[in-house]
């Protein structure tokens, strides 16, 4: 399979060709969620510092300051080719490290609505992820940096879990069967780009971190949507208060 040929030399298209924005900070959070991303650009009074331009639209990135920590800050698009996409162009850019945040369906039950979870490594059921790295089941995220998230919840008193996530294409396609597969394999949650945007880290060299919460259950006779519609309204503030602080001590 043509999957399995990594390729790392150099691309046709490299992210050189992309201009460098003056004034972007080194440090980045990205959160999955338009409410989340609305209400702390409002409390904050977020500057549009650039942008990211497609065919389908402009997509604002923003300049933060939050008690004298800079960062920029966005919201990526859902699935890995399109958030591998973005996180390149914010690298080419000028952001070294990265703290990601968004939803993801539980694969046990246990696990409560909004709880938070620290993915340790990814199952790459996922294409993009095989063009940034040798072919393998999964990828691990950065020990060093999952501690650090970790300690960080701790410090402020947010219960967390730990553990593998399934990162796959096809929402649509989670069969029951696949389900049992990643759980099989130590999956404790499931989402769309975790694999593929610790791909990208590790090929260009930069700081990735990335911790979710708990919203649909998959773990059931039934799926459960539970709080999937609520879009992390309510868990905005712990959300972005561990982002915040995990963003400042990565630096």
Known sequence: ?????????????????????????????????????????????????????????????????????????????????????????IIAFGCESFVFLGCCGVLRHDIADGHLIVPTAAIRDEG?????????????????????????????????????????????????AKVEKAKSMGAICVEMECSALQAVADFRGVDFIQFLWSADNLDAPEWDRRGLSTKGESVSAKCMTAAIEISKRMQ
């Not at 409390?43 to 920590?69: L, Q």
């Open 128 to 176: 993009t992820s095989f063009h940034y790295v040798e072919a393998a089941d999964e990828i691990a995220l950065s020990p060093r940096l999952v501690k650090l998230a970790e300690d960080t919840m701790n410090d402020l008193g947010l219960p967390f879990v730990g553990g593998k996530t399934w990162t796959t294409d096809a929402f649509f396609r989670e069969t029951p």
């Open 1 to 89: 399979m043509i999957l399995n040929e990594f390729d790392g030399g150099r691309a046709v298209i490299e992210p050189s060709v992309i201009e460098k924005i003056e004034g972007m900070p080194k440090a980045c959070i990205a959160v999955f969620s338009y409410k989340i991303r609305d209400e702390w650009v409002e409390k904050y009074n977020a500057e549009i510092i650039g942008d990211f331009n497609s065919v389908t639209g402009m997509k604002p990135i923003y300049k933060v300051n939050v008690d004298g920590h800079e960062f920029a800050f966005y919201m990526p698009s859902v699935g890995a080719p399109a958030a591998v996409g973005e996180l390149e162009e």
